[in-house]
């Protein structure tokens, strides 16, 4: 997810009561909820970065280390500026360990996928369930993390609640979008087989802004991939003639071994290739418009002479 989004995710944990453990608690939680994302440094590299992201940082190694490291940190910055609040160590510790646990649990439920077992093992795994910049979620928390500072400022001894009533809409919310994800992607999978007599491989429901209750559906198996639309009171519809992955395109394999070609191969679940122009590209079918060549787009062929992009 969105860094505005982790960030509110660990205001809301300490609205919760979380910041009543420790001083410093709360700027604790949200920068533990963002610390994982150091790597985002890596998109300095381009294409590249796409083998490094999400991964190492992300993994089983480093959500033992940046707590600790965090909380040292933390306990230097005290001694320098002292909390007008006593800071609890252990409790630091474990508001450090909670926040940062958050990320990847959030950075799952969307399509881009994350490397949870970095550096045991490099498979991605992706919820496919809520699009990487959620605005109801932004609402949603906004709002309670607000309502319960508000409450908290007028002496109220149930600041809480507000924040508590977030966490179980975010996650009634979740779990409906994931019901929806669910839903689709069998009725996806149930038409290609009608319509197209294939036994796709994968399916991806993949969410798009704002509106929840639709998913792009992206399918692809026998070598062929297509794509459809689904809506939560309409249902699925396939959409255009299945057309060929390419993965065998004497264009890609003369491009391999190019860091960004391995970079994107590395991180696509739904590589394929594709013309446009005259010219073959990389795509995966999450983010890839075959038609406009939209987004996470590696060029197999230099342009020609004399042209530019």
Not at 109 to 114: A, P
Not at 270 to 296: H, K, N
């Amino acid at each position: 997810m969105d860094n505005l989004t982790h960030s509110l995710a660990g205001a809301l944990l300490g609205q919760m009561g979380l910041k009543k453990t420790t001083g410093r608690a709360m700027p604790t939680l949200i920068i533990a909820a963002n610390l994982p994302d150091i790597d985002a440094v890596l998109t300095l590299l381009g294409t590249e970065s796409l083998a490094l992201r999400r991964g190492l940082t992300h993994g089983p190694i480093a959500m033992v280390v940046l707590p600790i490291l965090l909380t040292g940190i933390v306990l230097l910055y005290d001694k320098w500026r002292p909390s007008k609040e006593e800071v609890r160590p252990g409790w630091l510790l474990l508001l450090a360990f909670i926040g940062t646990l958050s990320h990847p649990a959030l950075d799952w439920l969307n399509s881009y996928g994350i490397r949870f077992l970095e550096p045991f093992s490099s498979e991605w795994f992706a919820g496919d369930t809520l699009f990487i910049i959620d605005v109801w979620v932004w609402t949603i928390l906004a709002f309670t993390v607000w309502l319960s500072r508000r409450w908290m400022k007028r002496g109220s001894s149930h600041w809480e609640k507000p924040a508590w009533a977030g966490f179980f809409l975010v996650c009634g919310y979740i779990f409906v979008n994931g019901l929806i994800t669910g839903q689709a992607e069998g009725q996806g999978r149930e038409l290609v087989g009608k319509q197209w007599r294939l036994e796709p491989g994968i399916v991806v429901a993949n969410p798009i802004p704002v509106q929840f209750w639709r998913r792009d559906i992206e399918w692809r198996g026998g070598g062929l991939y297509g794509s459809g639309s689904y809506e939560v009171f309409e249902g699925t519809l396939l959409t255009g003639a299945p057309k060929f992955i390419g993965l065998n395109d004497p264009r890609l394999e003369a491009a391999r071994g190019r860091d960004d070609v391995e970079a994107f191969l590395f991180w696509s679940r739904m590589p394929f290739v594709f013309e446009r122009g005259g010219r073959a590209f990389l795509g995966d079918q999450r983010y890839t418009d075959p038609r406009t060549g939209d987004a996470f787009v590696v060029p197999l062929e230099p342009l020609p002479e004399g042209e530019s992009e």
